[in-house]
């Protein structure tokens, strides 16, 4: 059974920094297509950013292109997300989600990973 985990949320001012991250079991990690989600609340979960198997293909959202960046560490079976500069509208859960059977880009749909984790609060103020 595989199982994502992400830790590292918190509450951070405006202009701050924080690095979450997502550890996955259960399976064999490098094969994972990762990305991350996020949902704020009464809004849609949205994409954030993605990685392919070898971190070799990343994408974001228009959102956070510049502040935030994806990374993975296969050997530590873990995927982060840096995230600088951030805003009181990056404020929501964040969660990874995993595939195995997507092609080697990270797709920006939620419903097409198979594997999600419990999310991590992350909380901007003002």
């Known amino acids: 059974q595989v199982q994502l985990v992400e830790s590292g949320g918190g509450l951070v001012q405006t202009g701050g920094s924080l690095r979450v991250s997502c550890v996955g079991s259960g399976g064999t990690f490098s094969s994972y297509v990762v990305g991350w989600f996020r949902q704020a609340p009464g809004k849609e979960r949205e994409f954030v950013a993605g990685?392919?198997?070898?971190?070799?293909?990343?994408r974001y959202a228009d959102s956070v292109k510049g502040r935030f960046t994806i990374s993975r560490d296969n050997a530590k079976n873990t995927v982060y997300l840096q995230m600088n500069s951030l805003q009181p509208e990056d404020t929501a859960v964040y969660y990874c989600?995993?595939?195995?059977?997507?092609?080697?880009?990270?797709?920006?749909?939620?419903?097409?990973?198979?594997?999600w984790g419990q999310g991590t609060q992350v909380t901007v103020s003002s």
């Open positions: 989600a995993g595939d195995m059977r997507m092609g080697p880009a990270p797709a920006r749909t939620p419903s097409l990973y198979a594997y």
């Open positions: 990685i392919g198997r070898i971190g070799s293909i990343t």
